[in-house]
């Protein structure tokens, strides 16, 4: 077993190790990986949440077992922007020049900035505004609402995470991980998580499942989802009153689920 780190902003995880082939999911910047075995430049790796893909090589960093479990452990900071520029000192520093949204960071504070601290990584600096404390956050069910809508309009993208494009589960996943909360990365195991509610009990927070869909609520009818039906992130609704009401969504609803009273 091998143990490495993502370099970059983010990575595919793909299904195989191909560069045309699909998407599964993405694996943000200074994520730790276990690394089963390696194939034409690429590695099959797991998250700590045992999700799995094959990555490509060369925007891992290898590190040893210690360093891999100090990295699952010791990341206090979370990106709060949806993209975070790095500083550095030399223009021509092999980093990426920005980082995504609810990435987790390890830090070191550094003057009126922060110092990325991973084995082997640059001297690179990220603004004080961009980042959050874990424990500094605060979650309400209108504060996930206001999150939602910051992100109306973002792209539909098949296995995405970040700003630049998200699928209905990566969209649940970065909102709430933005909170400090660890949901799992795919609708079949998101709808296990927290406590089941009635349709009619839904509120602002809860997520909703459909047939392979999940969106978050913002009110007691109304819901955000990245859809691929629907351009991307948008609000629709549950009331057929209402002007963006979806029926073959409403014909499809599931269950409801509270995560945040849950945790």
Excluded at 144 to 162: A, D, H, Q, S
Excluded at 172 to 183: C, E, N, S, W
Aim: charged share 25%; glycine share 6%.
């Amino acid at each position: 077993m091998n143990y490495a780190y993502v370099t970059t902003n983010l990575i595919d995880l793909n299904a195989k190790p191909e560069f045309n082939t699909e998407r599964l999911s993405q694996v943000l910047f200074g994520e730790a990986l276990k690394v089963h075995k390696e194939t034409n430049g690429y590695c099959f790796v797991s998250q700590s949440d045992k999700y799995s893909g094959w990555v490509d090589k060369r925007f891992l960093y290898f590190i040893d077992m210690e360093k891999y479990n100090n990295l699952l452990t010791n990341k206090n900071y979370i990106i709060k922007s949806k993209t975070a520029e790095l500083i550095a000192d030399d223009d021509y520093c092999p980093i990426p020049y920005f980082l995504f949204y609810s990435t987790r960071l390890r830090l070191v504070e550094s003057g009126d900035n922060f110092q990325l601290s991973y084995p082997g990584y640059p001297s690179v600096l990220i603004k004080k505004e961009h980042i959050i404390h874990i424990d500094e956050i605060e979650i309400t069910p209108e504060i996930i609402k206001n999150e939602c809508m910051r992100f109306l309009g973002v792209p539909y993208l098949w296995g995405g995470v970040t700003p630049f494009g998200f699928d209905c589960s990566g969209f649940v996943k970065a909102v709430f991980k933005r909170y400090g909360y660890k949901l799992p990365r795919d609708t079949k195991d998101q709808i296990k998580v927290g406590s089941e509610i009635d349709r009619g009990q839904i509120e602002k927070g809860d997520l909703l499942f459909f047939n392979r869909h999940v969106a978050i609520a913002i009110s007691n009818k109304r819901y955000v989802h990245s859809s691929i039906s629907g351009a991307g992130v948008r609000v629709n609704s549950l009331d057929k009153n209402d002007f963006n009401y979806r029926q073959d969504l409403d014909r499809e609803f599931k269950i409801a689920r509270r995560v945040i009273d849950a945790s």
